[in-house]
């Protein structure tokens, strides 16, 4: 069983309630999941989000949606992650973020594959990053999972799920899918307030006429109207984790 776990929260510092903001006429995480859903490697999709009560909203979207939603702890992402996915014995859990409305199932479909074929612990489009942020993509085996909340005790590789596994190669086959052309300079994923409007500018754009819009056809948007990159540029790519070992830095510097 290929399991996908959505990783979606309201209290976001820097842009709050992003993921329930509107995005053509619905919140934006459920932009998100009807994408996912296209997925056809992917068994059951799962939404994890946390026990605080600002996210009850968040459940109350998946309930209406018919996904099956987990509510854990905040900050121990690793914990929330395994909770989710525990119930279901899946093979491999496929790792997406609700920060992500582009997500393009085709590109999650051939990270899966690559990652089943290739006989990984775990396989991303993010170890060299060559698609735009925001088509991130992270596939690992419930066994490597499990070995990671079992022996994490780092904070950083509590609250980024995967660190624990893909800062230790001599004990987890790591793969890296990488495209043919190098599109990592792209920011497709919504942090900010420019993240934000760039991806109603696209959704604006494209959806109303293809629901199932692609990577090509934003590509082919993003050509005939450049001036939307300048939307959200000058941004760092996961800003969030870097803050996080930054962070864990200073700590052990006092």
């Known amino acids: ?12 510092s820097r842009l709050p309630g992003k993921v329930l903001l509107p995005v053509a ?10 994408r996912l859903l296209r997925a056809k490697l992917i068994d059951k ?5 946390s026990d605080r009560p600002e996210d009850a909203a968040v459940a109350e979207l998946a309930d209406r949606l ?17 909770q989710a996915a525990a119930p ?3 093979q491999h859990v496929v790792r997406v973020t609700g920060d992500c409305p582009l997500a393009d199932w085709e590109v999650i479909d051939r990270t899966i594959a690559f990652a089943a074929e290739g006989g990984y612990d775990y396989a991303s489009n993010t170890i060299n990053p060559t698609w735009p942020d925001g088509l991130d993509v992270e596939v690992a085996t419930f066994a490597a999972i499990e ?3 079992r022996e ?4 950083l590789e509590r609250e980024h799920v995967m660190p624990f596994i893909t800062s230790r190669p001599e004990r987890f086959r790591l793969g890296s899918y990488e495209n043919d052309r190098d599109m990592s300079a792209l920011r497709w994923t919504v942090d900010e307030p420019g993240d934000y409007a760039f991806a109603c500018a696209i959704y604006d754009a494209l959806y109303p006429a293809n629901r199932a819009f692609t990577t090509a056809d934003i590509l082919t948007l993003l050509e005939a ?6 939307l959200n540029t000058g941004f760092a790519r996961n800003e969030g984790l870097l803050k996080s070992e930054q962070a864990e830095i200073e700590s052990q510097s006092k």
């Open 1 to 12: 069983m290929i399991l996908a776990v959505l990783q979606a929260r309201t209290s976001s």
């Open 25 to 34: 006429g619905r919140p934006m995480l459920e932009r998100q999941i009807e």
């Open 45 to 49: 999709l799962v939404l994890a989000t």
């Open 66 to 82: 018919g996904i099956e939603s987990y509510r854990g702890s905040l900050d121990d992402v690793l914990d929330r992650y395994y």
């Open 88 to 90: 279901h014995a899946p």
């Open 147 to 149: 070995t990671a909340w």
């Open 152 to 155: 994490a005790v780092r904070p």
């Open 225 to 230: 109207r450049p001036d939307l990159a300048d």
